[in-house]
């Protein structure tokens, strides 16, 4: 019932945008009663925040699913370039991001979403795997996934602001570079060209 709920929320935002959304609405559309939902969510911000949390999860695992063989910095890489681009394709971010975008200010400013803090402990585990194979550099892991975090999401977020033509595609080899470049041990640095 959870996943009709949140894939009717979800064709609300893409058809009316956040703020036109309402409980009744994605009732209505789920087929289920507005006291259904309203037990589960007690109003559009949490519904809301639920669906993000679904999508972004659901990202974040598509990008698993051509991983490369390799040391686990050159996956994490990949992952970490593919979840940009999906993310900043992703219709519901681009609805919010276009209609709604006061919805992401609370996940830049103040707080972080369910979605975020996925995202957080997939890349500090990835991090520390990398580690042990010898691949990615000693750090704090957490901290160093906070890092890789943050950069992605300027990637995701506000790549559109700096293309003046370039291709976007440009700038997810630009990521990867960067996100790799910050990863890689220092005795690969001396060896690099």
Request: aromatic fraction near 6%.
């Amino acid at each position: 019932m959870e996943d009709l709920v949140l894939d009717a929320a979800r064709d609300c935002v893409l058809a009316y945008g956040v703020r036109r959304t309402t409980l009744t609405d994605v009732a209505r559309r789920a087929g289920v009663s507005r006291m259904t939902v309203y037990r589960r969510w007690p109003d559009v911000q949490s519904l809301i925040g639920d669906l993000m949390s679904r999508e972004w999860h659901q990202v974040l695992v598509a990008t698993g699913e051509d991983e490369p063989d390799g040391p686990a910095r050159s996956r994490l890489v990949a992952r970490v370039a593919a979840g940009a681009r999906l993310l900043r394709e992703h219709p519901l971010l681009c609805k919010i991001r276009d209609v709604d975008p006061e919805v992401l200010l609370p996940y830049l400013l103040d707080r972080r979403g369910g979605g975020q803090d996925e995202m957080l402990q997939f890349l500090a585990t990835a991090l520390a795997g990398g580690q042990a194979d010898g691949s990615v550099r000693p750090g704090d892991a957490a901290l160093m996934a906070r890092a890789v975090f943050l950069t992605t999401q300027s990637f995701v977020l506000s790549v559109r602001t700096v293309t003046d033509g370039v291709p976007v595609a440009e700038f997810d080899r630009e990521l990867a570079r960067l996100v790799d470049g910050y990863l890689r041990p220092d005795q690969d640095l001396r060896q690099s060209p």
